[in-house]
């Protein structure tokens, strides 16, 4: 990655070697820019990146802006001048913009879930009016608010029967009571082990005619679904998406919005 004394930065709380070469070649090698990808790495004795720290960050480093890819996704909030609609709605930023001395906060994240979940009813030509999400961590807050606006019910399961409860009275949802529903949402990291691992995943599962799942690859949810014939979302239908809204706030005064699919998948290639 190329530094000068006019460099730009755009900040990260990812230090993926992927990521960082991808955005290296889109940044500085495609669009010839003079802004670099930084990762920033947390110093904490809890190896965690401060919330306020990220922000200030930004501020000091004059960057263009910042991404946010868990931990102080709701963390950051407190540190930031405005949101977004969406990001103000789930409480939850994964990508911050700077404007002067002004920091505002999106969630890019919904959009991709969204445009994942559209797309999948749209090519499985199925009724959806109900969904199961497995998990009640930071996806589960995206995935209920998208899916509530497209009119879907939603129910909660997990393998913590505590902390369903919390998270249906929080959300006034309807407990579930082992009915299998439309769509199933796995909102958890554990679909690249045996699924029979996770309590209560496959009973939960089972029934559905669609399945999303967050997790990438997810080697073994895709599998599930192509031995019993469910239609079958994978993370990269969300990831894609949020990446392109992201890239096309960050570069906003570089290039349009509809270049950025072609740029990335470019920066992807080498």
């Not at 009724?127 to 497209?150: D, E, P, Q």
């Not at 409860?165 to 959300?171: F, H, L, M, R, S």
């Amino acid at each position: 990655m190329k530094i000068t004394a006019t460099t730009q930065y755009i900040i990260s709380t990812s230090g993926r070697a992927s990521s960082i070469e991808r955005y290296r070649r889109l940044l500085q090698d495609i669009l010839q820019l003079d802004i670099a990808y930084l990762p920033i790495t947390p110093y904490a004795e809890d190896g965690l990146i401060k919330p306020e720290h990220f922000a200030q960050a930004i501020k000091g480093l004059g960057a263009i802006g910042g991404a946010i890819s868990k931990d102080i996704k709701a963390k950051i909030i407190p540190y930031l001048d405005s949101l977004d609609p969406f990001a103000q709605l789930v409480g939850s930023v994964n990508t911050v913009i700077r404007d002067k001395d002004i920091l505002t906060g999106y969630n890019t994240d919904a959009h991709g879930f969204e445009t994942a979940i559209r797309e999948g009813i749209s090519q499985s030509q199925l009724k959806i009016n109900t969904a199961l999400i497995y998990g009640y961590g930071g996806v589960f807050n995206v995935a209920y608010h998208v899916l509530t606006s497209l009119g879907i019910e939603v129910f909660l399961t997990g393998r913590r029967p505590e902390e369903v409860v919390k998270k249906n009275a929080a959300y006034h949802l309807t407990p579930f009571d082992g009915t299998p529903k439309d769509l199933f949402v796995n909102a958890t990291p554990i679909t690249d082990q045996p699924l029979e691992l996770a309590t209560g995943f496959l009973e939960a599962v089972q029934g559905s005619k669609l399945v999303f799942d967050h997790q990438m690859p997810g080697s073994y949810m895709a599998a599930y679904c192509k031995e019993n014939n469910i239609a079958y979302i994978p993370g990269t239908a969300m990831y894609y998406p949020q990446m392109y809204r992201q890239w096309a706030l960050f570069l906003k005064d570089y290039v349009s919005a509809n270049q950025i699919p072609s740029l990335i998948t470019q920066a992807e290639k080498g």
